[in-house]
């Protein structure tokens, strides 16, 4: 093969969590799809916890965090654990550049900016991949540069490209700023050093920003002499921002990648089959999912008013408590419910939220639950904990919407009755633009296809 027509290899490395490798090993499938070879790495302690499924084009390799023997739930506390992984990361995955040879750009996680002073030491490019909306890293980019100063001394937070904020619409590191310091310091790190990357990829899309401020007046929005259409045209004017989502399997979107039916690893086995029997024995429209991610788990109080709910409400229900959550749900209660409902330690979510059957989706907000119910066409009762939740709730009801939210009492806590008056309201609703942006021609699909074509000229 002669030098001008190499193929360009790109370098992929993710955060070790669910949330941030599912996003980005589905670009990498989308890069693969368009000629490019591609290698995607995360952390040898997380890649042991998981099934990844490797029947794929994809190259997968690891690099180290420092704690290579060890699974994730025995890992350091946060700010023992960030530090060894800057320091062992950055030179396990120089290692690995050198290994792989001929690498042309990496692809790296916002969790891990270092990443950038590697691929600048090798001469390549370097391009930063946000996992999280263009609004919430908008407002960590005003933290980092000091632009928002925290804590909050202002009720409402006003910056360019977003609708007016709350202070507790805001991420909860921003608004309840010192009780997460160590996470909170990280994702505002990811910003140090951003002006340096070559590129800069959202798993996001241009129509989803563009999105009409729905309940807010013109005089909120928050805009003033800017004139700025979305916050991605915002971020345009800083980085070379390109928004290449949304990052969910092709099969669910747009059908381009014909084997791509599912994400590539789980944390935890999906009840696959007794989930999509039960589904298939319900009403068009009929029944509300709720599941609340990997992470969160709530307290006795919260459980006994969704279970009130539930057991009250005249609605049929799916509903997936973690193994981690089963003590504050009485037997009985799983038992007495059996005819209208099924519950469930874990399930396919992407098969969920595609059957007809769905009609609500009760949602912890995490982003990833979130684009997959409005690529599904699912509307959603948001009931956000902590992070970017608060911010990704907010957008679902007012800019986006795709649902409301279940507002918590004083005591952090979302009562019966808000509860069920929030899903009675979003039975119904409607169909995105998603499918049009990562589709052929579409928005985010000539984002790539630009990225593309520059990495092949450098090849």
């Given at each position: 093969m002669s030098l001008q027509a190499?193929?360009?290899?790109?370098?992929?490395?993710?955060?070790?969590?669910?949330?941030?490798?599912?996003?980005?090993?589905q670009f990498c499938k989308r890069?693969?799809?368009?000629?490019?070879?591609?290698?995607?790495?995360?952390?040898?302690?997380?890649?042991?916890?998981?099934?990844?499924?490797?029947?794929?084009?994809?190259?997968?390799?690891?690099?180290?965090?420092?704690?290579?023997?060890?699974?994730?739930?025995q890992l350091a506390p946060h700010d023992i654990y960030f530090t060894k992984l800057r320091e062992e990361g950055s030179k396990s995955l120089s290692s690995l550049v050198e290994k792989l040879d001929g690498v042309n750009a990496i692809i790296y996680d916002g969790f891990l900016p270092w990443a950038l002073d590697v691929?600048?030491?090798?001469?390549?490019?370097?391009?930063?991949?946000?996992?999280?909306?263009?609004?919430?890293?908008?407002?960590?980019?005003?933290?980092?540069?000091?632009?928002?100063?925290?804590?909050?001394?202002?009720?409402?937070?006003?910056?360019?490209?977003?609708?007016?904020?709350?202070?507790w619409e805001t991420p909860s590191f921003v608004h309840r700023?010192?009780?997460?310091?160590?996470?909170?310091?990280?994702?505002?790190?990811?910003?140090?050093?951003i002006d340096q990357a070559d590129w800069v990829f959202f798993n996001s899309f241009y129509k989803l920003e563009e999105e009409k401020f729905t309940k807010c007046s013109n005089r909120d929005i928050g805009l003033k002499q800017d004139h700025v259409k979305t916050v991605v045209d915002w971020m345009t004017k800083l980085w070379r921002v390109k928004?290449?989502?949304p990052t969910l399997p092709s099969m669910y979107l747009d059908k381009q990648l014909l084997e791509d039916n599912n994400y590539m690893i789980n944390l935890f086995k999906p009840m696959s089959i007794e989930c999509m029997s039960w589904l298939n024995n319900k009403p068009k429209g009929s029944v509300v999912y709720l599941s609340f991610g990997s992470l969160i788990n709530h307290g006795p109080g919260q459980m006994n008013e969704i279970i009130s709910t539930l057991t009250d409400g005249g609605f049929s229900f799916l509903w997936v408590i973690k193994s981690s959550e089963e003590a504050n749900v009485p037997k009985e209660f799983v038992n007495s419910v059996s005819k209208k409902g099924l519950v469930v330690t874990w399930?396919?979510?992407?098969?969920?939220?595609?059957?007809?059957?769905?009609?609500?989706?009760?949602t912890h907000c995490g982003y990833n639950s979130t684009l997959e119910a409005i690529c599904?066409?699912?509307?959603?009762?948001?009931?956000?904990?902590?992070?970017?939740?608060?911010?990704?709730?907010?957008?679902?009801?007012?800019?986006?919407?795709?649902?409301?939210?279940?507002?918590?009492?004083a005591n952090g806590i979302v009562r019966r009755q808000v509860l069920d008056s929030c899903i009675r309201e979003v039975m119904e609703g409607e169909k995105t633009l998603a499918k049009e942006a990562i589709g052929q021609g579409g928005t985010s699909d000539k984002n790539i296809d630009e990225f593309v074509a520059e990495l092949k000229l450098q090849s």
């Amino acid at each position: 093969m002669s030098l001008q027509a190499k193929q360009p290899h790109v370098l992929v490395i993710s955060y070790p969590a669910q949330g941030h490798v599912n996003p980005m090993l589905q670009f990498c499938k989308r890069l693969v799809a368009k000629g490019i070879k591609t290698t995607f790495a995360t952390t040898k302690s997380f890649s042991k916890t998981v099934h990844i499924d490797h029947n794929t084009p994809i190259t997968f390799e690891t690099f180290s965090d420092g704690f290579d023997d060890n699974g994730r739930d025995q890992l350091a506390p946060h700010d023992i654990y960030f530090t060894k992984l800057r320091e062992e990361g950055s030179k396990s995955l120089s290692s690995l550049v050198e290994k792989l040879d001929g690498v042309n750009a990496i692809i790296y996680d916002g969790f891990l900016p270092w990443a950038l002073d590697v691929a600048k030491r090798f001469k390549i490019f370097a391009v930063i991949f946000f996992t999280q909306t263009c609004a919430v890293n908008n407002i960590y980019y005003h933290v980092n540069r000091n632009l928002l100063k925290i804590p909050l001394s202002n009720s409402v937070v006003s910056l360019p490209g977003l609708p007016k904020l709350e202070n507790w619409e805001t991420p909860s590191f921003v608004h309840r700023f010192g009780e997460f310091p160590v996470v909170g310091e990280l994702v505002f790190s990811q910003f140090t050093d951003i002006d340096q990357a070559d590129w800069v990829f959202f798993n996001s899309f241009y129509k989803l920003e563009e999105e009409k401020f729905t309940k807010c007046s013109n005089r909120d929005i928050g805009l003033k002499q800017d004139h700025v259409k979305t916050v991605v045209d915002w971020m345009t004017k800083l980085w070379r921002v390109k928004t290449i989502g949304p990052t969910l399997p092709s099969m669910y979107l747009d059908k381009q990648l014909l084997e791509d039916n599912n994400y590539m690893i789980n944390l935890f086995k999906p009840m696959s089959i007794e989930c999509m029997s039960w589904l298939n024995n319900k009403p068009k429209g009929s029944v509300v999912y709720l599941s609340f991610g990997s992470l969160i788990n709530h307290g006795p109080g919260q459980m006994n008013e969704i279970i009130s709910t539930l057991t009250d409400g005249g609605f049929s229900f799916l509903w997936v408590i973690k193994s981690s959550e089963e003590a504050n749900v009485p037997k009985e209660f799983v038992n007495s419910v059996s005819k209208k409902g099924l519950v469930v330690t874990w399930c396919p979510q992407l098969e969920v939220l595609a059957h007809e059957s769905i009609g609500c989706f009760v949602t912890h907000c995490g982003y990833n639950s979130t684009l997959e119910a409005i690529c599904s066409g699912v509307p959603v009762v948001g009931m956000p904990q902590w992070s970017d939740q608060s911010t990704n709730a907010k957008y679902v009801e007012d800019v986006w919407g795709v649902g409301v939210r279940a507002k918590p009492d004083a005591n952090g806590i979302v009562r019966r009755q808000v509860l069920d008056s929030c899903i009675r309201e979003v039975m119904e609703g409607e169909k995105t633009l998603a499918k049009e942006a990562i589709g052929q021609g579409g928005t985010s699909d000539k984002n790539i296809d630009e990225f593309v074509a520059e990495l092949k000229l450098q090849s």
